[in-house]
């Protein structure tokens, strides 16, 4: 062949969002149901939030997730005082070096206008 087709660079999943993210380090709590063992019920984990968007989150956790999973999400904004409540539906999760946090990338699924707003506020508040 005379031509060369190209070899597609993959984005790191966490480069491949739909809106900028800004930085958020708040304290986030998780509540997930494993689709592998119901019989255990919803668990709740403490997770920090890395960064925010209208679309999604990226935390850091000492807990694995399985991506497609749905977590409910709990956020206690200190810059606005509200409590933020959403769905997020796991992207990808990485692997993190031996001592490190897992982070986990969740894109927002189900979540309320109101849920929507209040984290605009929350992220964009000076």
């Not at 304290?27 to 939030?49: L, N, P, S």
């Not at 605009?120 to 000076?126: A, D, R």
Request: overall charge positive; charged content about 35%.
């Amino acid at each position: 062949m005379f031509w060369k087709r190209k070899a597609r660079k993959r984005k790191k999943p966490e480069d491949r969002r739909k809106e900028p993210r800004q930085e958020d380090l708040s304290e986030i709590v998780i509540e997930y149901t494993d689709a592998e063992d119901t019989r255990m019920g919803k668990r709740v984990y403490q997770a920090r939030a890395r960064n925010a968007s209208p679309g999604g989150l990226k935390f850091q956790s000492a807990v694995p997730y399985v991506p497609g999973a749905i977590v409910d999400i709990k956020l206690q904004s200190r810059r606005t005082g509200k409590l933020i409540q959403a769905k997020g539906k796991v992207r990808w999760v990485s692997s993190p070096a031996e001592g490190e946090a897992y982070e986990v990338g969740v894109e927002f699924v189900e979540t309320p206008i109101r849920s929507i707003m209040d984290l605009l506020e929350h992220i964009y508040k000076g």
